[in-house]
């Protein structure tokens, strides 16, 4: 069964850069047909589609975010990341990363708080 | 952006009683190419991410018990659950899946009344 699990800083400060890992195991981030992305959800509100990386290379964002998201994938790892820059307390949120198949995520990770804040 | 709506935003049902629950979309969610509707329904329980229940409308996910079902088309569609059972009690979302980006729904907070 295919495992993700995020990983990364639980606090971050306003205007610097977070920065998650999801680590992909029992399945390959290069296997064809896949895309790996990141959805959050922000304390009592609903969830939000940030972005994806599928096996081709090709990336996603939400243009919600504007030029403040990198969806990067290291296929030697088995992992795919992501930086979200110019943080702000909006940005406080559970972040999962999850695998979809045309669009469609129906794998999930456990998800990780992060929390903005000096 | 397709916004989802969703109603009601929580409701109460009695064990074994038929809980449904409704959402709308701003523009058809008909896939031509497939002639499927992409939205799919999620429970969420407390701590956990989503579950995936439901796709193209109406199929249910493997291993989701059949008193999950789901119908609609054009812009309006309903998750039922005919036999509500302790362990539904959780927060479904409907998504699409038709273009990016992506968009959920507000959800629905299901409990025993």
């Known amino acids: 069964q295919l495992q993700l699990q995020e990983s990364g800083p639980g606090l971050v400060k306003p205007s610097e850069t977070l920065s998650l890992t999801c680590t992909v195991s029992r399945g390959s981030i290069s296997s064809s047909g896949y895309c790996w992305g990141w959805i959050r959800q922000p304390p009592g509100r609903r969830l939000e589609w940030i972005g994806s990386i599928c096996n081709s290379g090709s990336t996603y964002n939400n243009p919600s975010f504007k030029s403040r998201v990198t969806v990067s994938a290291d296929t030697s790892k088995n992992q795919f990341s992501l930086k979200l820059t110019s943080v702000t307390a909006a940005d406080t949120a559970v972040y999962y990363c999850a695998r979809s198949a045309a669009s469609l995520y129906a794998h999930w990770g456990q998800g990780t708080l992060v929390t903005v804040s000096s | ?113």
Do not use: H
């Open chain 2, 1 to 113: 952006d397709i916004e989802m709506t969703q109603s009601p935003g929580s409701l109460a049902v009695s064990l074994g009683g038929r809980a449904t629950i409704n959402c709308k979309s701003r523009q058809s969610l008909l896939y031509s190419s497939s002639n499927k509707y992409n939205l799919a329904w999620f429970q969420q329980k407390p701590g956990q991410p989503p579950k995936l229940l439901i796709y193209s409308a109406s199929t249910r996910e493997s291993g989701v018990p059949d008193r999950f079902s789901g119908s609609g088309s054009g812009t309006d569609f309903t998750l039922t659950i005919s036999s509500l059972q302790a362990e539904d009690v959780a927060v479904y979302y409907c998504q699409q899946y038709y273009t990016t980006p992506l968009t959920f729904g507000g959800g629905t907070k299901v409990e025993i009344k």
